[in-house]
């Protein structure tokens, strides 16, 4: 505000007080202005929209098939939503098998946009330890949060034929829930909620792990990143503190307690994997976010090589 203020008074100042004055200016000279003034700005939106962000971008093709971005760009319901005959012939469209394409399926990856960005760190890792599973590749919220990104939805309904195909998958042993709990997680409800799913999925033999939230990156940093700047090891820190206080806030830590102490879930530390003194954003050269949420292809393999051990005998993490 204050920057703005100052802005307004130096434009009109020292632009539009003496351009009013001049008894020279006329209405070709102010067109001629405006042309140009446009023009110019039309030039510089355009070069912003044509840089390309360093930092990465959510996955828009997976394995050959599109994931649901190109849905939710359209507002199509399929992003969210689709039917247990789908799933039970294994639609491509819904179902994308990542890890090792050799060994038979033993594990599903489901969530939301945060899911999504970890699929690269699953992937890679599940393929390092000979395991498979499939990608579900809708964008779901596991609480009673009807609006998760362009538009609302139904969770309850939209997710059932998934619990319903996942119950009567024997095969699928180990389901990794992934969502941005920092926002879903509302009220008592919500943590209900997903202590209900885990519960559900553990009755029918699963081992249910839950991804836990990652901290906010420097947003410094992370911009001077995108840009392909090299910024110094301290703008990229984040304190522990506010993290902590972040998990307090939005009742996840309570979360979390509570399926420790019922046996339901355990949760997957990923967070760990960008502690050193403080929580990294990257390195001098490359980010692990690619915005103020979503870890990038870098972040995801990091933060995926530090928990797989938990879910996974790995023979070699690089």
């Known amino acids: 505000m204050i920057a703005t203020i100052i802005a307004t008074y130096l434009s009109w100042r020292f632009i539009e007080t003496p351009v009013r004055r001049f008894n020279g200016f006329n209405a070709r000279h102010a067109f001629t202005m405006l042309g140009f003034g446009s023009a110019t700005l039309v030039c510089i939106c355009l070069f912003i929209e044509t840089i390309h962000d360093k930092n990465g971008d959510l996955p828009k093709v997976w394995r050959g098939v599109k994931t649901w971005t190109e849905l939710e760009k359209k507002r199509d319901p399929r992003r969210s939503s689709c039917e247990f005959e789908d799933l039970a012939r294994g639609n491509k469209d819904v179902l994308i098998k990542i890890g090792d394409q050799k060994a038979s399926p033993s594990f599903a990856l489901w969530g939301d946009s945060h899911a999504l960005a970890f699929l690269a760190g699953v992937d890679t890792v599940a393929a390092q330890s000979e395991k498979a599973g499939f990608f579900i590749n809708l964008k779901q919220s596991l609480t009673l949060n009807d609006c998760i990104g362009a538009y609302p939805f139904n969770p309850r309904k939209d997710r059932e034929p998934v619990l319903r195909w996942l119950e009567n998958r024997s095969d699928i042993i180990n389901?990794?829930?992934?969502?941005?709990?920092?926002?879903?997680?509302?009220?008592?409800?919500?943590?209900?909620?997903?202590?209900?799913?885990?519960?559900?999925?553990?009755?029918?033999?699963?081992?249910?792990?839950?991804?836990?939230?990652?901290?906010?990156?420097?947003?410094?940093?992370?911009?001077?990143?995108?840009?392909?700047?090299?910024?110094?090891?301290?703008?990229?820190?984040?304190?522990?503190?506010p993290y902590d206080s972040q998990m307090e806030a939005t009742g996840e830590k309570r979360l979390l307690s509570?399926?420790?102490?019922?046996?339901?879930?355990?949760?997957?530390?990923?967070?760990?994997?960008?502690?050193?003194?403080?929580?990294?954003?990257?390195?001098?050269?490359?980010?692990?976010?690619?915005?103020?949420?979503?870890?990038?292809?870098?972040?995801?393999?990091?933060?995926m090589e530090y928990v797989a051990p938990i879910i996974w005998t790995i023979r070699d993490s690089r």
């Open 175 to 241: 389901v990794i829930l992934v969502n941005y709990w920092t926002l879903q997680i509302r009220n008592e409800e919500d943590i209900q909620e997903i202590i209900a799913i885990c519960e559900r999925l553990k009755k029918c033999g699963k081992h249910v792990f839950l991804m836990q939230s990652l901290p906010g990156p420097n947003v410094i940093g992370l911009r001077l990143l995108s840009w392909g700047f090299h910024p110094k090891p301290s703008m990229l820190k984040v304190d522990e503190q």
């Open 258 to 303: 509570e399926l420790t102490s019922r046996s339901i879930a355990t949760a997957l530390p990923v967070q760990r994997a960008f502690f050193s003194g403080g929580y990294a954003s990257g390195t001098e050269t490359q980010s692990f976010y690619l915005d103020n949420d979503h870890v990038n292809r870098i972040g995801a393999i990091k933060a």
